[in-house]
């Protein structure tokens, strides 16, 4: 697989990552079955994909010990991992919550390396902005890190252009992780054109839209009572209804190039640039293997135009868009 450089400190990625929450938080069969997620891992690496992604807030925890697990017998110098910390408060009892502050920091980054069974991390994300904390901070204890090898590159996830900034003025920013997918196109009007002018790399996650731009996900009967998606106002009741004909068109596409709806969407995603590095997230060896390939589909620029056309989604991409975007 092609590999692209993220940020003007050119962190060299896989075009495609694996994003690993699913493994084991927020989704259907989360936790249930190590040994596939590992096998996935494992499968990921043979196709060429070194960019695994990961949180600590992701079980919590038990992602990050389950990438030390697969990423065990030498292979963890072969991969790039990215964490992320700032939505446990490891000086409050490790109470859920924003905190960005530079002691908040350094307990979080010890109990990562920690997990992770590395001295260091290659990509470390603050996971949501914390209001309290100005970004100045946070960043002033991310270059330490730095400076002291136990992180190699920084980035942001769901960050403002505003704080995009103030953070690069600091030190320069590796990547920004924000929702990116043809039915989250937010990042288009601004984030984009700012980290493109910044020379910062751009990471989308969910770039199947949690799964339902595969089109494999037509109610909520199939999701276990604690998913997440059912408290997405997206895939609630009618919005879910209405959201399905977004799936419809792009499977009209993917009829068209002999493919899967969800490789449409993650091809399309890769028309988008050099500087875009998606994350797809699967549990699953056959459905990773039919993400890879996408990075091959190639699709008409008629067919390109006919998705960026289609229709805006029903619904927010979250039940609380406050933590988002600032
Ligand atoms: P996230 O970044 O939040 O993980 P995503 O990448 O947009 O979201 O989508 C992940 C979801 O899509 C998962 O529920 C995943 O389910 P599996 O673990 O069962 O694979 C699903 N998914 C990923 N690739 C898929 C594919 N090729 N076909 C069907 N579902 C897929």
Redesign the pocket.
Known sequence: MKTIALGTEKLEVSQLGL?C??MSAF?T?AGSDEAGSIRTIHRAMELGVTFFDTAEIYGPYTNEELLAKAFADGRRDRVVIATKFGTIKHRQNDERGMDGSADNVRLSVEGSLRRLQTDHIDLYYQHRMDPDTPIEETVGALKELIEEGKIRHYGLSEASPATIRRANAVHPVTAIQTEY?LWTRDPEAEVLPTVRELGIGFVP???????F??G?IRSLDQLSDDDFRRFNPRFEGDNLEANIRIVEQVDEVAREVGA?P?QVALAWLLSKGDDIAP??????VA?LE??VAAADLQLTPEQLARLDAVAAPVGDRYPDMSTVNR
């Open positions: 994003g929450m699913g989704y069969g997918s996650y969910s770039p199947l839209g949690r799964g731009l595969t494999t899967k969800g994350i797809p997230g699967t549990t699953k459905n039919q993400n």
